[in-house]
């Protein structure tokens, strides 16, 4: 896993400071860009290219900021505490994101970034892999009945990705 983040140029956006800080500490292997604004990550991504991006959706405008990443085909990793909602899971995926992460899982933020470098190297997006890790969390967070809400949705995402 490490060998596949080393060297690697990751961009960090979010407005918690203590976040960009331990996720700067975690991704040690990696050449890490912090920003806390959506102003400064746009600046970041007009002037340096990234591998790979990890956003927080509130308070940054993460949504906008993964807009400006796919235009880059750079891979995102949305990463979020307060916008932690089936919905936000099914926006993030829709709207292009890579990975879809609670903060809470922030100590295997490195196992989830390697997996979409990997799933992108091989010319695929990476729902598989993080979603499948990720989905015991969501029944717990959301109830084991959140994915009946959009029901083809969710049907259409598994055929494609698990």
Not at 50 to 69: F, P, Q, R, S, W
């Amino acid at each position: 896993m490490e060998s596949i983040l080393e060297n690697k140029k990751v961009l960090v956006v979010d407005d918690e400071p203590d976040i960009l800080e331990t996720l700067e500490e975690l991704l040690y292997t990696c050449s890490v860009d912090t920003a806390s604004s959506f102003e400064q990550a746009i600046e970041f991504l007009k002037n340096r290219t990234y591998d790979v991006a990890v956003l927080d959706i509130m308070g940054v405008k993460g949504y906008e900021i993964l807009k400006a990443t796919n235009k880059l085909n750079t891979p995102a990793l949305m990463l979020t505490a307060h916008a932690l909602t089936p919905d936000n899971l099914k926006q993030s995926i829709e709207k292009g994101a890579d990975a879809y992460v609670p903060k809470d899982k922030l100590a295997d933020i490195s196992m989830y970034v390697a997996d979409v470098l990997t799933a992108r190297e091989q010319g695929k997006t990476n729902h598989t892999q993080w979603f499948s890790s990720l989905l015991p969390v969501f029944d717990k967070l959301f109830g084991t009945n959140w994915r009946k809400t959009d029901k083809d949705f969710w049907d259409e995402f598994d055929k494609n990705n698990l």
